[in-house]
């Protein structure tokens, strides 16, 4: 299993970006999948999941109206559009495969993060 997060990057408050998590190794298209970010020193938090069949869990009220997760199952690539972004959305963003198409197991793999950084 691999889980390639990219388009981690630094912009201003107020500025847009578009996360992609490029899975490979696995039936993407049968997994729930999402995004978590880390600050450090901080415990890793759940942003924004998708199950297999596109049904969507928000963990983080704070991005509610302004992050949207996505996915493509035919190129196998999760997406997190993040808009109207925050300092305190400075973080580390991963990506983690749940074990099964909803949230029971859990996540059973987790991909290298990207950084983000908004500055003020």
């Known amino acids: 299993v691999q889980l390639q997060a990219s388009g981690g990057g630094l912009v201003q408050a107020g500025g847009s970006l578009r996360l992609s998590c490029q899975a490979s190794?696995?039936?993407?298209?049968?997994?729930?999948i999402g995004w978590f970010r880390q600050v450090p020193g901080k415990r890793r938090e759940g942003v924004l999941c998708?199950?297999?069949?596109?049904?969507?869990?928000y963990y983080a009220d704070s991005v509610k109206g302004r992050f949207t997760i996505s996915r493509d199952n035919a190129k196998n690539t999760l997406y997190l559009q993040m808009n109207s972004l925050k300092p305190e959305d400075t973080a580390v963003y991963y990506c983690?495969?749940?074990?099964?198409?909803?949230?029971?197991?859990?996540?059973?793999?987790w991909g290298k993060g990207t950084l983000v950084t908004v500055s003020s």
């Open positions: 983690a495969k749940f074990k099964s198409s909803s949230w029971y197991g859990g996540i059973d793999s």
């Open positions: 998708i199950t297999s069949s596109g049904t969507l869990t």
């Open positions: 190794g696995f039936a993407f298209d049968q997994h729930a």
